[in-house]
């Protein structure tokens, strides 16, 4: 099945240390959208990717990074995690910017 | 201005029964919808969702039904297991930022 798929599920980073979560999706999607997801909650968007284009949200921390190599794949680096980026980190492709989003599962992260 | 909401906090079903959870949103740009089921001392999970181009969305025992004239969607659990037991949030997003609106949530009780 087509699908999109966050590996790891669960990661724990030490502080300070770097850290990449991956993205995977086999629907060919133009645009991958990472979102980052704490405790109670909404979803904030850190940035998307509309096929090679990279698109920043304003209040996004320069800490983290993001690359798209190529079409099935986005990785999400955080340079240097802090306690505070404990998170649920959430990737998702839509065909189209606004419309039909796939999500993948999230991959929960711990700083220790 | 809350634009998504949960007017039931809490819902409490039989093990084995229907349970119906709802939500309303006021905003028709929004054009993609979520549920997210969340166990205490963690975060939301997603669980569900439907894009506004349809009407139902299906898996496995949990299906969601969005009305968009009512601008009403709803998660319908078949059969309630008591491992369902948990607060649902209803979350929309804005075709023109792509930022969720969640809703306030319902705690399911089976």
């Known amino acids: 099945d087509a699908m999109v798929i966050q590996n790891p599920r669960y990661q724990v980073t030490q502080f300070g240390k770097p850290v990449t979560l991956s993205c995977s999706q086999t629907l060919n999607h133009n645009v991958m959208y990472w979102y980052q997801q704490k405790s109670s909650q909404a979803p904030k968007l850190l940035f998307h990717?509309?096929?090679?284009?990279?698109?920043n949200e304003a209040d996004t921390p320069d800490n983290f990074q993001s690359r798209r190599p190529n079409t099935s794949f986005c990785f999400l680096d955080i340079r240097s995690p802090g306690l505070g980026d404990a998170a649920m980190y959430l990737c998702?492709?839509?065909?189209?910017?606004?419309?039909?989003?796939?999500f993948g599962s999230g991959t929960r992260l711990t700083v220790v | 201005d809350q634009q998504v909401k949960q007017n039931s906090p809490s819902l409490s079903v039989q093990e084995g029964r229907i349970s119906i959870l709802n939500c309303d949103y006021t905003n028709s740009m929004f054009d993609y919808f979520l549920w997210y089921k969340k166990y205490p001392a963690e975060g939301p999970t997603f669980l569900i969702s439907i894009s506004s181009i349809k009407d139902k969305n299906e898996d496995g025992r949990f299906t969601v039904f969005l009305n968009k004239s009512a601008k009403h969607l709803s998660l319908h659990i078949v059969p309630s297991q008591p491992g369902d037991s948990a607060v649902y949030f209803c979350a929309a997003i804005d075709s023109g930022t792509y930022k969720y609106i969640f809703g306030t949530g319902t705690r399911l009780k089976v």
């Open positions: 998702a492709t839509s065909r189209d910017t606004g419309v039909g989003y796939t």
């Open positions: 990717y509309y096929d090679k284009d990279f698109n």
